[in-house]
């Protein structure tokens, strides 16, 4: 079942990837095209239900932005809130962020289970980011604000990471830009080497949905087909976009 939630303005709703924490609209704007999106996701299945700490979401956001060193990011505000609230709900024992860069995408996920944003008690959340430098610093990143050492970043290609693991997955979540001309097309590979891993309910959150279409298409027609997963949704609060599928 292949749906769409899609705000209004999110062609105007535009963010400078060079100032990861400016306020882009006032906070009741942003929450409640989030907790949309989230509705949108419930009545697809995806969701048991909607609510989520929003003291401990600016908690996270408030640690991210005294403690991370981000040289870019192309994570929304709106983003940022939308995984945060996913990851809230849904409470992944293991989860996986692939392609992690500065960590920014990482924690946006992982700030659920670990540090001030911490709502749950997680096993292990791992970001695996291809490049070292970029993984070693992301990991000095996470260090920062969760010491307990159950979210970490290493440095791997994740299609070769996410194959090892033995764990079933909760939450995969997709980032990795990977060479030439295939670029986010590394996607399906990456889902392919956990897919079998994923159980019933799990989630796989795909970024860049709406401006990597093109280089998706063979992942977006992967997942809208109710054979692989029960049901995926474009969420598209900003120009970038997220695929979000159930299985
Ligand atoms: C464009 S960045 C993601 C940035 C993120 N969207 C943000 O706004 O912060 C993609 C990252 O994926 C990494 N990457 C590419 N192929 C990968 C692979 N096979 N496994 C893990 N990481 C990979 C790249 O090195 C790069 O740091």
Known sequence: MALEFR?????TYHMDYGKPHR???????????????????????????????????????????????IPWTAITPRMQRFLYAVNAIKQPAVMVAAGCFCGNTF????????????CYTARQLVGVEIKPEEAARA???????????????????????????????????????????RGKGVYLDILQAGYKRM???????????????????EYLSFVRDPVQFHASINVIMDGEGLEVSVR
């Open 139 to 181: 990991e000095r990143n996470v260090r920062r604000i969760d010491p307990t050492g159950v979210a970490r970043v290493v440095a791997d290609d994740a299609v070769h990471f996410v194959a090892e693991l033995r764990e079933p997955i909760g939450i995969l979540y997709l980032d990795a830009d990977g060479t030439g001309k």
């Open 7 to 11: 705000a209004p303005d999110w062609n």
């Open 107 to 118: 924690i946006s996920n992982a700030g659920a289970g670990v540090g001030p944003g911490a």
């Open 199 to 217: 159980p019933k309910g799990s989630l796989v959150l795909a970024h860049n949905s709406v401006n990597s279409a093109a280089q998706l298409k």
């Open 23 to 69: 306020q882009l609209e006032p906070p009741e704007k942003e929450i409640a095209v989030v907790d949309a999106a989230l509705n949108a996701l419930r009545e697809a299945g995806a969701l048991p239900q909607t609510s989520y700490d929003h003291a401990k979401l600016l908690a996270m956001r408030a640690a991210v932005q005294e403690h991370f060193e």
